[in-house]
């Protein structure tokens, strides 16, 4: 047996000593590894390209239907548009506003685009030839902003509690509706899949299905403000966001005798850490929120599975959970980002769920498995919103981060 082999036996190890060249290992170690000082490990940074259209912060981004154009707003006051189908880094057409830029959307046909700034103007372009198409002035403050699905028609929610509805003819605004429920700011919306009704939940803690025709509604009541609001595309059921993190599943069934029709809570799903003890019944929904509102909980995003009965959560302290429709109270997949930074947006693929956190990072998750199975960084800017590009042959996204930075990713 070698020398090698006996030392082994007796318990002894032959220990590597790298020689390094530059000087003794003692003195290598005492000066940082050979590194110099105030030297930074590189950020890791996945886009595939990246444009600075934004001298701050970038709000908003939205992509048209047709996939042609790209839509970002920014703290900088103003809208930028963007035509994908060229290859330059500059914007087509630049819209100035009065104020941060905290809404874009493109109207079903992808003719009209849509901007909203703070102090509540709203301009309308045309994108056949980038013309201002109108202005709109009425509002104090925009909360939210949606247009109808098949006609041109476009909602916002106001900071004085007014829903507005604007009809858009060639000519401009060719209709206005004014639907009131109080002063508390109008802090969420969505409208339903039959385009006839309209949810809109209120900073205190009331939520109304609003029949867009007569303008009657019917009503549910929590003592939480509600921050977001989302239907499902396949079956009568929306869900509704609390600031203390709480989410009410409700049916939404249409009843000619009921207004709006019926808003009945079928199943809570407290934030992370409530007491369940506080559940309370399905039907008496003031006995779910607890008495201190923890905003570090708060409900940011929402989104149903059009294939599978899930609804996803995303909320402010990191998490993302997903529960399952048909079963009460049933969890069907929970995760955490590390920094617990807030989940802003969210994407069902299939099976698979997309998230894009402050944090900077986009995550990639197998709901059937539990795992997570891919992860994109944006080189240390925080994201504020994710549109989809396309989604076949390859997954392509749009970033909004901080510092301006407008990303494109490749999932």
């Known amino acids: 047996m070698d020398s090698e082999g006996s030392d082994v036996e007796n318990g002894m190890e032959h220990e590597t000593v790298e ?11 005492a000066d940082g590894d050979g590194e110099e000082e105030g030297e930074a490990e590189p950020v890791q940074d996945d886009a595939i390209k990246a444009i600075y ?8 981004v939205s992509t048209s239907k047709t996939g042609r154009w790209l839509a970002t707003g920014g703290e900088d006051d103003r809208a930028q548009i963007w035509d994908l189908t060229n290859q330059s880094d500059d914007p087509v057409l630049t819209i100035q506003h009065n104020d941060s830029v905290v809404s874009t959307a493109f109207n079903h046909s992808s003719t009209l685009l849509a901007t909203a700034d703070l102090s509540g103007r709203i301009v309308i372009t045309q994108l056949s030839d980038l013309s201002m198409r109108t202005e709109i002035a009425d509002s104090s403050d925009i909360e939210w902003m949606e247009w ?4 041109d028609i476009l909602f916002a929610g106001d900071s004085d509690g007014t829903l507005w509805m604007w009809l858009i003819s060639q000519a401009g605004v060719a209709q206005q509706k004014v639907y009131s429920a109080g002063s508390s700011p109008a802090s969420a919306g969505h409208l339903l899949q039959d385009g006839r009704r309209l949810l809109v939940g209120y900073s205190d803690g009331q939520s109304k299905l609003w029949n867009l025709g007569d303008q009657s509604n019917c009503s549910l009541s929590c003592r939480s403000p509600v921050v977001a609001i989302t239907s499902s595309t396949v079956s009568p059921l929306a869900a509704i966001g609390y600031e203390n993190g709480n989410v ?5 069934t249409p009843a000619e005798n009921a207004g709006g029709g019926t808003l ?5 799903y407290l934030a992370p850490g409530a007491d369940t ?3 309370g019944r399905p039907e008496d929904p003031e006995m779910e929120v607890d008495e201190a509102e923890e905003i570090g909980t708060a409900v940011e995003s929402l989104q149903f599975s059009a294939l ?4 996803a959560v995303g909320r402010n302290d990191g998490s993302v959970t997903v529960y399952d429709t048909q079963t009460q109270g049933m969890t069907r997949f929970s995760a955490t980002n590390e920094g617990g930074m807030a989940v802003c947006r969210l994407f069902w693929l299939g099976y698979r769920l997309l998230t894009a956190s402050v944090d900077g990072r986009i995550r990639l998750y197998d709901v059937r498995s539990g795992q997570m199975t891919r992860e994109l960084c944006c080189g240390g800017d925080d994201i504020l919103d994710m549109a989809i590009v396309e989604e076949e042959p390859q997954l392509k996204l749009v970033v909004a981060c901080s510092g301006g930075a407008v990303r494109f990713m490749d999932c």
Do not use: A, M
Request: charged share 30%; hydrophobic share 30%.
């Open 19 to 29: 020689v390094y060249e530059d000087g003794p290992i003692d003195q290598q170690l």
């Open 148 to 151: 109808h699905r098949g006609s």
């Open 308 to 311: 599978h009965p899930w609804l």
């Open 264 to 268: 009945r809570v079928l199943d809570k």
């Open 53 to 60: 259209g934004h001298e701050k912060d970038v709000f908003c």
């Open 248 to 252: 009410f599943l409700v049916n939404t």
């Open 277 to 279: 003890r506080r559940r």
